[in-house]
Each structure stands twice: as structure tokens, then as C-alpha cells.
């Protein structure tokens, strides 16, 4: 059976009833792994990388807030595969 839902809590709900398993954001999933509650498999499965655009408007004052913001992004962005 094949499922798609966007609501993460209602499959990660579905995964710990046994449904199946799923593919979600450590945010999502870290205190349950944390407990054992559920499990990460992490053997043959490839790199995800999730894509993130950057956009300002072009007269925005960057705040410190921001700019540290955005230097965070720039620095720890994925390179580009090849």
C-alpha cells in the first residue's frame, strides 16, 4: 500500500503503528529515535538533500539577525553534485 500525506505527526503516528516506514526531518523524529521509540535506518539509502532558495527583495536592510542569518546559510549550504 502506497501513502502520501504532508502532515508529518500523522506519519510518524503511522510508521509507530506499524504502517510502514517514512522518510522525515530529525526535528520531526529525534526525541523518538532518542527514546527508541523509533528506529533510524541509515544502511544503502543515498544522501537526501532537501533544496533552499535564498530570496530578499534587493532594498531589504539586513538586520544583524539577518546577515548572520544568511552567512549562516551561505556557509553550511550542500555543495552542488557533479
Known amino acids: 500500500m502506497r501513502s502520501n500525506s504532508g502532515n508529518a ?3 510518524k503516528r503511522a510508521v ?3 504502517f510502514g516506514v517514512s522518510c ?3 526535528h520531526v ?3 523518538d529515535i532518542a527514546r527508541g521509540t523509533l528506529v533510524a535506518l541509515r544502511e544503502g539509502l543515498p544522501p537526501l538533500v532537501r533544496p533552499l532558495h ?3 527583495h534587493k532594498d531589504k536592510y539586513l538586520t ?3 546577515r548572520a542569518f ?3 546559510l551561505h556557509q553550511n549550504a550542500p555543495k552542488p553534485m557533479t
Do not use: Q
Open 16 to 18: 509507530m503503528s506499524g
Open 70 to 72: 544568511t552567512d549562516y
Open 64 to 66: 544583524r539577525g539577518l
Open 24 to 26: 522525515l526531518s530529525w
Open 9 to 11: 505527526e500523522a506519519i
Open 54 to 56: 535564498l530570496v530578499l
Open 29 to 31: 523524529v529525534g526525541d
